[in-house]
T-cell receptor, first 114, second 116 residues
Framework: EPEVTQTPSHQVTQMGQEVILRCVPI?????FYWYRQILGQKVEFLVS????????KSEIFDDQFSVERPDGSNFTLKIRSTKLEDSAMYFC????????????FGSGTRLTVV | AQSVTQPDIHITVSEGASLELRCNYS??????LFWYVQSPGQGLQLLLK??????LVQGIKGFEAEFKRSQSSFNLRKPSVHWSDAAEYFC??????????????FGKGTHLIIQP
């Protein structure tokens, strides 16, 4: 079964550093998403991406965040200057269609900011 | 804006017993409704989803959920749980605003513990 692959599985970074989280969506999917889950809390929507541009973003997704699809396979989330409160599990998801929310989630990257 | 409430933070069930996890949503129209399961250290796996039609939805791993419009609920059920069902369960709501790719709104989750 096709999978969404996220790397690394765990990343530790110092406060103020830039971090890039990487995702390889399912190859024929067109819609891409990032969600985050702070430890013990609910999963929160960050951003959706379609046709090489952001479709929707939440209040969490401020100027410190950016997304990119640098080539035909990767989908990245960049945090420019990490804060302690950015520590969370970050999930990538992809979907073949927006209309039926046929999401497939990756296993996540645990980001720890120290 | 839509919201999701999962009133039970933890539920403990004996192996072989039946299970019901509660989910209530708030939205002006009928949303898209989902249940996801998350095992420790794992991603989110879709159990089932409701868009329209039959209000009783069958999912994977023997789970089912029933959409009740009058109660704004989408409770998850399983007739007989197995130890491997121990996990975190999330109810989620999606809406179709007609715009771009809209995100899902998740509940806070219910942690399911299975007693032998």
């Amino acid at each position: 079964e096709p999978e969404v692959t996220q790397t690394p599985s765990h990343q530790v970074t110092q406060m103020g550093q830039e971090v890039i989280l990487r995702c390889v969506p399912i190859s024929n999917h067109l819609y891409f998403y990032w969600y985050r889950q702070i430890l013990g809390q609910k999963v929160e929507f960050l951003v959706s991406f379609y046709n090489n541009e952001i479709s929707e973003k939440s209040e969490i997704f401020d100027d410190q965040f950016s997304v990119e699809r640098p080539d035909g396979s990767n989908f990245t989330l960049k945090i420019r200057s990490t804060k302690l409160e950015d520590s969370a599990m970050y999930f990538c998801a992809s979907s073949s269609s927006r209309a039926n929310y046929g999401y497939t989630f990756g296993s996540g990257t645990r980001l720890t900011v120290v | 804006a839509q919201s999701v409430t999962q009133p039970d933070i933890h539920i403990t069930v004996s192996e072989g017993a039946s299970l019901e996890l509660r989910c209530n949503y708030s939205y002006g129209a009928t949303p898209y409704l989902f249940w996801y399961v998350q095992s420790p250290g794992q991603g989110l796996q879709l159990l089932l989803k409701y868009f329209s039609g039959d209000t009783l939805v069958q999912g994977i791993k023997g789970f089912e959920a029933e959409f009740k419009r009058s109660q704004s609920s989408f409770n998850l059920r399983k007739p007989s749980v197995h130890w491997s069902d121990a996990a975190e369960y999330f109810c989620a709501v999606g809406v179709d605003s007609g715009g771009g790719a809209d995100g899902l709104t998740f509940g806070k989750g219910t942690h399911l513990i299975i007693q032998p």
